[in-house]
């Protein structure tokens, strides 16, 4: 046996190359492919579609092509299509013409262009970074492809999605493994609540069975019974890591456990292939239920671009039984007019790529402006009643005129209504609208994006906010992203409710504030409900208006406090004409101190105020609504008369709230001095111990102090 047979024997049992299977494999031969074991050429159309054409029953080159591959002639020009772009997009990248980062799918072509086939108008398709081929094979738009990579402003996101980053006509893609799936969960849960025929259709590789996520939404597309097709293309590797180190049990037993039936095909045999996936798609849309269509295939190429350390010699070996190598190596006349089309082609989408503008960065919002205009203060208005009644009532209204609205989180339906009973009452009134889920923060926030996209406005309650950093990636990756990475093709309209904040003896990790982790990210916006404007109004409006990815901070002691307009004795309340206001109680004398709190630590720092009333140390109090992103300018306005910051926040100090607001004043040169403090919980886990709980978090003789410190300096 020579070394080279050796190698590939060893890459068979490894990955069962269909050369190796036949006992008379060689290269340049019809072997362990072809249904026809006396014809050399490669996938001699069976007789019975002998005859048959294209859709528009062209004959001619069409007809000579289909004879060859025994596919749809059209279906052989995506495949080649996928080639060739793929192919020119890496002489691009070794040229210079080309940064960043390419996934070619090379090798595994016919799995898009199968499942692509036997999809309809109203589909949605979610990829991965590997999305050039199923991009192509649903869309037909090498010249926006092309463009998008180049960096161009013509490219279909604009130049700023890239490679792994696209969107046009409901199909999507994003780069990071795993979270892509409950995205497209909630693109199926759409097509169910729409009624219809639509699904949606994810693509993931074998490596992503290694992340929980992709488990979590099988168990509620399956549970919820959502039109959703996954499509693992399994080519036996993740990256650089052969399958056989990473992968317990099978494939199939992984979607069997979900009750979730699959179905086998591989890209050696493209004619079942595309038979297979044509039958799979019409169960999804028939039953309205899931299924997985598992795609045994090979990557030909590098994971990107040069990053392979699989032997050559087993590379070598799939190379030589792909069909399209196989088709390539003897082209017949047909075929090599079909490939100078291509070509043609793709030399005028370069073309015209290199002539378009390169995309420019967006402008950053963050400095403050040399000259802002004056802040514009208005009374408070409102009823006062419970917090928690309040949140209710208005989820209730708010559902009651948009069907568009959804309500997903743990234990929200009836009788339980929620842990802190703000549901109460909405699952009996809305049904479906209103839905319990598994403990699956991850996929539940992943399926509120897909909903979202879809033009759904979804509102995903997080039990505690201490678990709000499992769904960090669909927060963070997802849902923070699509709306700039897509170029302004979609909005992402989910709320994310969460309840935060300690003093309730629940111990380390149900007492937290986490939302500094989550504040300044780019497109997104971050509420806090308090005391002093009605977060009744402020949902009301937020369901209507809403255009982004919104946190709401809850503070778990306010849902029993009762919301109130009234300034106290001495004062003056306002708030500023924007949707989500800026409170303001200014004392009637010329304050010495400004004090910005939000959340559940406002009733805190009124009382603390009130108690440095009899210190004769007046002092403005600024209450943010929206601390993301920061209307800076009621607290420029106030800082530039008192020349004094006290900020209150429940979380940890370092890089929080109070750390970004200081550090902005201090740029902003309309200020020309600050003295600052800041008032926030001790550097360690919130201990369960009422005593050491009071000790290690913010109180109303802390608070004291700091502001006598700080005026006393």
């Not at 590939?8 to 008379?24: E, G, L, N």
């Not at 996928?82 to 090379?106: M, P, Q, W, Y």
């Not at 937290?512 to 497109?523: A, C, T, W």
């Not at 990815?549 to 001495?570: F, S």
Request: hydrophobic share 40%.
């Amino acid at each position: 046996m020579t070394f080279i047979q050796a190698q590939r024997k060893q890459a068979a049992r490894r990955r069962q190359a269909p050369s190796v299977h036949h006992p008379s494999a060689r290269a340049g031969h019809n072997v362990g492919i072809s249904r026809s074991s006396n014809d050399a050429r490669p996938w001699v159309i069976p007789a019975n579609l002998l005859g048959q054409t294209d859709h528009d029953g062209s004959a001619g080159d069409g007809d000579v092509l289909g004879r060859e591959l025994g596919v749809r002639p059209r279906l052989l020009a995506k495949a080649l299509t996928i080639r060739r772009t793929e192919e020119r997009l890496l002489k691009l990248f070794a040229d210079g013409r080309v940064s960043g980062t390419l996934h070619t799918c090379i090798g595994q072509e016919w799995a898009g262009v199968a499942v692509a086939d036997a999809l309809k108008k109203g589909d949605f398709v979610f990829s991965n970074h590997r999305c050039h081929g199923h991009y192509l094979a649903r869309t037909g738009d090498i010249e926006g492809l092309i463009a998008e990579i180049m960096g161009r402003s013509t490219g279909v996101c604009g130049g700023k999605g890239g490679s792994q980053h696209l969107c046009k006509d409901g199909f999507f893609s994003n780069g990071i493994q795993g979270g892509i799936v409950p995205v497209a969960a909630g693109l199926a849960m759409a097509r169910r609540l729409d009624g219809g025929s639509n699904i949606a259709v994810v693509f993931i590789g074998d490596g992503t069975l290694g992340q929980g996520v992709v488990y979590e939404t099988m168990n509620i597309a399956a549970k919820w019974s959502l039109p959703l097709l996954f499509v693992l293309e399994d080519n036996g590797i993740s990256q650089s890591t052969c399958q056989d180190e990473t992968l317990s049990g099978s494939i199939k037993g992984r979607a069997y456990a979900f009750g979730i039936d699959v179905r086998s095909a591989d890209t050696w045999d493209p004619p079942e292939l595309v038979n297979v996936a044509a039958a799979a798609i019409r169960h999804v849309r028939q039953t309205r239920h899931p299924l997985l269509l598992h795609v045994r295939t090979y990557r030909l190429k590098a994971h990107s671009k040069g990053d392979d350390t699989r032997e050559i010699e087993e590379v070598q070996a799939f190379a030589e039984t792909d069909t399209l190598n196989r088709l390539l190596n003897d082209p017949s006349e047909p075929v090599l007019n079909l490939i100078e089309k291509i070509d043609r082609r793709l030399d005028e989408a370069v073309r015209l790529a290199e002539q378009a503008q390169l995309t420019q960065p967006a402008g950053s919002s963050d400095q403050a402006p040399a000259q802002a205009e004056a802040v514009e203060w208005r009374p408070l208005d409102f009823r006062p009643q419970r917090i928690v009644d309040a949140i209710r009532t208005a989820l209730d209204e708010s559902m009651a005129e948009d069907r568009r609205i959804v309500l997903m989180g743990e234990d929200l339906c009836d009788p339980y209504g929620g842990a802190f009973k703000v549901t109460a009452g909405l699952s009996s009134k809305y049904g479906n609208r209103v839905r319990n889920t598994p403990i699956s923060e991850a996929a539940i926030v992943g399926i509120g994006n897909g909903l979202a996209i879809a033009g759904f406005k979804p509102v995903v309650e997080i039990m505690f906010g201490d678990f709000v950093m499992l769904a960090a990636d669909q927060i963070i990756n997802q849902a923070a992203k699509f709306a700039d990475m897509y170029n302004g093709q979609v909005q992402v309209p989910i709320i994310i409710r969460t309840p935060m904040g300690g003093y309730r003896g629940y111990g380390p990790t149900h007492s937290q504030s986490l939302e500094k982790h989550l504040l300044g990210l780019p497109g997104t916006r971050v509420l806090a409900i308090h005391t002093r404007y009605c977060p009744g109004d402020m949902y009301r409006r937020l369901l209507e208006s809403i255009d982004r990815p919104t946190l709401v901070i809850e503070n778990k002691m306010l849902y029993g406090q009762r919301t109130n307009p009234e300034a106290p004795a001495g004062s003056v309340i306002t708030a500023t004409a924007t949707d989500f206001p800026t409170i303001r109680i200014a004392p009637e004398s010329e304050p010495s101190l400004t004090v910005v709190a939000y959340g559940g630590l406002v009733p805190m720092a009124e009382a603390a105020i009130e108690s440095l009333i009899d210190e004769d140390v007046a002092c403005d109090l600024l209450i943010p609504t929206q601390l993301y992103p920061l209307d800076i300018e009621p607290i420029v306005e106030s800082v530039a008369r008192t020349g004094r910051i006290l900020v209150i926040e429940e979380g940890q100090g370092f890089a929080g709230f109070g750390s970004e607001l200081i550090a902005r004043l201090t740029e902003d040169r309309r200020i020309p001095s600050l003295q600052a403090r800041r008032v926030h919980a001790s550097p360690c886990a919130i201990p369960a111990s009422k005593p050491a709980e009071s000790a290690a978090l913010p109180s109303t003789r802390s608070i004291l102090n700091a502001a006598l410190q700080l005026v006393l300096e």
